[in-house]
């Protein structure tokens, strides 16, 4: 999977579908869709995400402030609320758990790749403020089969919170050329989400 890993949790199945019609391409594939708590839940452990989009009122045990709670202590990737009108005092929870974003139904598809990008970006400046620049030679020394210089530009990029469609216009080259890469660079760094490749180059700078 080279696109960016998403978890919808919404309990209206028609929201949730077309969430997923709109992220369902070459940024985005969803992961799953939860429309509850435990569902979430149960997403978050088996196949984590790359990002969340968590509905807050759920008619379920816990509610998005909640799930969102278990993805700062558990998780570590960006999220965003998806939510219509919220009371103060809910408003006043979500904003402790430092959401990447609020998503206000109704919605559009612009309004929710604008957030997403948005989000993915300063997760990556928040998450990597205290890491050393990246060094092709340093993370090659740490794998058996070193990068090339194409893929470590692409690990880069996304390690910058880039999208898959930012990513292949700045280097300028076809998206099938560019999941050729990353996939391949999933292979050499043994890992296999967005996730999992950032937390490894972080590992490897940060030894």
């Known amino acids: 999977m080279s696109g960016i890993r998403v978890l919808i949790v919404e309990d ?31 997403q978050l452990k088996k196949q984590p995400p790359d990002f ?5 009122n759920l008619e379920s045990e816990k509610d998005g402030i909640e799930i969102a709670e278990y993805i700062n202590q558990h998780n570590f ?23 990447a974003g609020f998503i206000v139904k109704p919605f559009n598809e612009k309004t ?10 300063n997760h990556a400046q928040q998450a990597n403020k205290h890491v050393p620049v990246l060094s092709s030679e340093k993370i090659n020394k740490r794998l058996v089969t070193p990068l090339t210089e194409r893929e470590f530009d692409v690990i880069k990029l996304m390690y910058d919170g880039k999208t898959n469609q930012q990513i292949a216009a700045e280097l300028y ?8 890469h990353i996939n ?12 999992t490749a950032v937390a490894k180059i972080r590992s490897c700078m940060l030894q």
């Open 12 to 42: 209206e199945p028609l929201i949730a579908k077309n969430i997923g019609m709109y992220l369902n391409n070459n940024d985005f594939e969803v992961s799953a869709i939860a429309y509850d708590s435990d569902e979430a839940m149960h």
């Open 52 to 56: 969340a989009i968590l509905d807050i």
């Open 77 to 99: 990737i960006p999220f965003v609320y998806l939510t219509s009108y919220s009371d103060k005092d809910t408003i006043d929870r979500a904003k402790k758990t430092n959401p």
């Open 112 to 121: 929710l790749y604008a957030t997403i990008e948005i989000a993915l970006s």
């Open 173 to 180: 080259i076809a998206m099938n050329t560019l999941k050729k």
């Open 184 to 195: 391949n660079a999933y292979f050499k760094l043994d890992v296999n989400s967005r996730t």
